[in-house]
């Protein structure tokens, strides 16, 4: 790669090397003029192009560059001084965006976790404030079931019968509802339900171990505790609400050339887990 190819650019002190094609993906912003030293802003020092800026949210513009996407970290807040440093840098398309704090803020989302112990059962209820994350929950949970006799109840379920996957229920994109355990009333034949909560390949049969797989699984996408309450002391109805900020989707810019003209972007906004 050529010298020409490879720029370094010293934004407050803070050292970017990067392709020059990057820097001209808007021939009309200061960076793509830079390169054709028609800025006087943009100093060049022993071979490296040097402005007094702020270096931090420089590379955030940076990331914005070369992937043309708008993701920033779930703590953000500096969305005025970064829209400035865009006007700044002549990247008017980004400071529109970052105008517009409310595609891109983090969002509480709320989840209730509803759990029921019945003799030999028990039984779970998902709410969700998303639908996308019950959705995303829902996949990853299973349920087996499988039947066997009262004679042989104690023994393992024989390997030529294999556990029949049962789907959840879903009352809205908001809920889901699912049991697990064992139940004896169909005669002397026992009914087991097992749950299975990917990426944890375990089929567990025992209510208390499915909860806690459940909330530790709830812990490892950024989930919170924030509180637990008893909501029927009759029916032993347990209720775990748990909290999370979860990012936006990430914003795509989509650029368009026409003729005749500038660039023409449009955002739009992608899935990216992201996060989850």
């Known amino acids: 790669m050529s010298n020409r190819e490879v720029v370094v650019l010293s ?8 392709r020059a ?14 390169l054709n030293h028609d800025d006087q802003e943009f100093k060049l020092v022993n071979g490296e192009f040097f402005v ?40 008017y398309l ?21 759990f029921s112990l019945q003799e030999m059962q028990a039984f779970f209820r998902i709410f969700g404030s998303c639908s996308t994350t019950v959705e995303t929950l829902a996949d990853q949970i299973t349920v087996f ?35 697990c355990g064992t139940d004896c ?17 375990r089929k567990l ?7 806690g ?16 309450r008893t909501v029927s002391s009759e029916d032993k109805v347990e209720c775990y609400s748990l909290e999370r900020m979860k990012r936006p989707a990430c914003l795509t810019l989509t650029v368009n050339q026409t003729p005749g003209s500038s660039r023409v972007a449009q955002a739009k906004k992608s899935q990216v887990q992201k996060g989850k």
């Open 11 to 18: 934004v407050g002190g803070v050292r970017f090397v990067t």
């Open 21 to 34: 094609s990057t820097l001209q993906q808007f021939p009309e912003s200061r960076l793509a003029r830079m």
């Open 52 to 91: 007094d800026r702020d270096g931090t949210l420089f590379s955030y513009i940076m990331d914005f560059l070369r992937t043309l996407q708008v993701s920033l970290p779930t703590d953000f807040s500096d969305y005025q001084r970064l829209q400035r440093e865009a006007e700044f840098y002549g990247l």
């Open 94 to 114: 980004l400071a529109d965006v970052l105008s517009q704090e409310h595609l891109l803020r983090p969002r509480l989302e709320i989840l209730e976790v509803r």
């Open 145 to 179: 079931t499988g039947q066997q006799s009262g004679q042989s109840w104690n023994s393992p379920f024989s390997s030529q019968k294999p556990l029949v996957p049962l789907p959840l229920e879903r009352p809205s994109h908001h809920d889901m509802f699912f049991q």
């Open 185 to 201: 009333s169909a005669g002397d034949q026992f009914v087991a339900r097992y749950v299975s909560i990917k990426p944890d390949d």
């Open 205 to 211: 049969i025992n209510g208390t171990n499915v909860l």
């Open 213 to 228: 797989l459940l909330l530790d699984t709830l812990f490892k996408n950024g989930f919170h505790l924030i509180s637990t």
